[in-house]
């Protein structure tokens, strides 16, 4: 971890040089490793089409060696020698003798038959190229015993002169003479083996349509490992062969078999094949790549190193220019490119800056609808105008209240630090539902832009605010009132839904509320609830300022921005009076709780109220309760 902590914490170029280097081995090492996997797949594919051309070999071998003894066969039986043998006509020692001569001379052109016999069963007659009386007996009860099994190919063992043969015996029958023509061959021929001196000796194994052994070589081995006849025959028994052929890959015995079926014999060869054998391939091709590998890699260092000398001086001169641009004299000379990271990273701290100033003052300036204070191309501001544009916007205004009392020289620096902790959470939060961007306006206010595709907008941004305001005062101490203004159309009326939330805003802080005011659900509600709604708001704004003398219609109906008549027309409508006379009322009611709870002089009362004057107050109420207002605390 230390090695990597000191090689991510170089310089950006050396990084990036590191990165080079080590994706340069990784896609090396990727490459080799395909070009491994395609050459082992190779070798496999060669070693089983090899192991296909020996059975192959074998098939055809053994299909022609059975073709010579069918031949064989038929010239014995044209002899009129052999005939009479085989009748039993007139046949004397001098008739076998010419026969044995006969069957000598043919064992002597096939070099690799052991014994031929004519057989009569009848008579026990056996004329024979061995010759060897001591094996006439059992050449015939050979023959006996493959006629009465059927088995016209039996392989077994003779012996002869006291040596012993592994052969394989066929019989050729004739069932009217109950007699035939019997063939020895030696085994050797039908067997292939490679290094059979050794450990790492290569078999091919034949086994009859029963599973039992053929040649000597494979008894020998089947008697060595009992289970492999039975695991060969399962396995041809279990395959489906394609045209005699047939590829069983044993994971589990770590080989894989393949067998191929003569049909002349109707025997199975089989070679197995061990992964040891792949084994020993692969091993020999891993040295040879990583080698290649090796000398690839030290080409890459070896170039690296000479490149790294050729441009260390370029880099140096570079980074002495660099160091001066950024004032960077004091650092040390070992590791030149840090000047020019630093360099690189001033330069782009700065352009960061410069742009999200740039994005600032034409947000600020676009929700005032004032034009841009600095001088901008063309092509920026149409960038800027292309980067916001939106089908819809909507202006949401947060006002921002702490719970404490701040002093004034902390007020600037207070505020500008809340101001930027809600535009941060205002982007996280509402940013979740819409596309949006929070802006610093004023000392309590951030503007959130909300960029919309239609002229309606999801309840969302109520939960979006509700959140915000939430957090905002359970972590940060601080109250919060919102308002949406309008939904317009364009860039160049965003300003128009900025000055109605606004104006909601400040309703919303005359009247004391901290929920958020939508001015859309404001001007969309019928007539009768829009009216309601005023003349609700004007009776809260009373009952929190009746003690204001200034308190008018007038002046209620300029912080409203709507006409003096009218508003005094649908107060009257609403309520029933005029709002004069609804001023006079709540503040004469509010006058007899002081007279009665409070020790206060009635000029004080007075005052405390919004009259005038004291005697303006004791007529009014002499008017309303028909006393002054001493006789009716004293009464009281």
């Not at 010579?68 to 044209?78: E, P, R, T």
């Not at 292309?386 to 202006?395: D, H, Q």
């Not at 620096?413 to 809600?422: A, H, L």
């Not at 909601?504 to 958020?516: A, D, H, P, R, T």
Request: hydrophobic letters at 40%.
């Amino acid at each position: 971890m230390k090695k990597i902590k000191k090689m991510l914490s170089h310089s950006i170029y050396r990084r990036t040089f590191y990165l080079y280097a080590i994706s340069s081995v990784l896609i090396m090492m990727t490459i080799l490793i395909c070009v491994f996997g395609m050459v082992s797949a190779e070798v496999k594919k060669q070693a089983k089409e090899t192991s296909y051309q020996i059975l192959q070999q074998l098939v055809s071998s053994s299909d022609r060696v059975c073709e010579d003894i069918g031949n064989m066969m038929s010239s014995i039986l044209s002899k009129g020698k052999a005939l009479k043998v085989m009748q039993n006509t007139e046949v004397d020692k001098t008739d076998e003798y010419w026969l044995f001569l006969e069957l000598q001379n043919l064992q002597g052109y096939y070099s690799y038959i052991d014994n031929i016999a004519v057989l009569n069963l009848n008579q026990d007659i056996c004329v024979q190229s061995i010759g060897a009386n001591e094996f006439t007996s059992e050449t015939l009860e050979t023959a006996r015993a493959m006629v009465e099994t059927n088995q016209y190919i039996l392989p077994r063992d003779i012996s002869v002169v006291g040596k012993t043969k592994s052969v394989i015996t066929f019989l050729q029958y004739y069932p009217s003479q109950n007699s035939g023509i019997l063939v020895d061959i030696n085994s050797d021929i039908f067997q292939y083996s490679l290094n059979e001196q050794t450990k790492t000796a290569r078999v091919v194994y034949l086994i009859d349509t029963s599973g039992k052994p053929v040649t000597k070589v494979t008894r020998e081995k089947f008697n060595d490992e009992m289970m492999i006849a039975e695991y060969l025959f399962q396995i041809v028994s279990d395959m489906e062969m394609k045209e005699n052929n047939g590829v069983y890959d044993d994971r589990r015995n770590q080989q894989m078999v393949l067998v191929t079926k003569s049909e002349s014999l109707d025997w199975w060869f089989c070679d197995i094949l061990s992964y040891s054998y792949f084994n020993e391939q692969y091993k020999k091709m891993s040295i040879i790549f990583v080698g290649i590998a090796g000398v690839i890699l030290g080409a890459c260092v070896l170039t690296a190193f000479l490149y790294s000398k050729k441009t260390n001086r370029k880099l140096l001169k570079i980074a002495n220019h660099c160091r001066r641009i950024a004032g960077l004299d004091e650092l040390p000379t070992d590791n030149e490119l840090a000047y020019i990271e630093k360099t690189m990273s001033h330069i782009s701290h700065e352009k960061y800056m410069n742009e999200n100033y740039i994005n600032f003052w034409f947000l600020k300036n676009l929700i005032s609808g004032q034009g841009i204070p600095f001088i901008l191309s063309k092509e920026k501001i149409l960038s800027l105008q292309e980067k916001y544009a939106s089908p819809c916007y909507a202006v949401l205004l947060i006002g921002i209240q702490t719970k404490e009392e701040i002093q004034e020289d902390r007020r600037k620096e207070e505020y500008g630090i809340y101001r930027f902790m809600i535009c941060n959470l205002a982007d996280e939060i509402f940013g979740e539902n819409y596309r949006c961007k929070a802006v610093d306006l004023e000392e309590s206010i951030v503007a959130v832009l909300l960029f919309i595709n239609s002229e309606t907008i999801s309840e969302d941004y109520l939960l979006c605010y509700n959140k915000l305001r939430d957090f905002a005062e359970d972590n940060m101490g601080l109250l919060l009132a919102g308002s949406l203004g309008s939904i317009v159309n364009s860039q160049g009326e965003v300003f128009l839904s900025y000055e109605k939330a606004r104006q909601y805003m400040k309703v919303s802080n005359l009247i004391g509320k901290k929920e958020l005011i939508d001015s859309n659900q404001v001007s969309n509600v019928n007539y009768q609830e829009k009216n309601q709604k005023l003349v609700e708001s004007i009776i809260e704004y009373t009952e929190l300022n009746y003690s204001d003398a200034d308190l008018s219609l007038k002046s209620i109906s300029q912080m409203f921005h709507l006409s003096t008549a009218y508003v005094g027309k649908i107060f009257k409508t609403i309520q029933g009076n005029s709002y004069a006379s609804y001023l006079v009322n709540y503040r004469l009611e509010k006058s007899k709780t002081l007279l009665l709870e409070t020790n206060k002089t009635v000029n004080e009362i007075a005052g405390e109220l919004g009259f005038t004057n004291a005697t303006y107050f004791t007529t009014l109420f002499k008017n309303e309760y028909g006393m002054t207002p001493t006789t009716f605390r004293n009464k009281g």
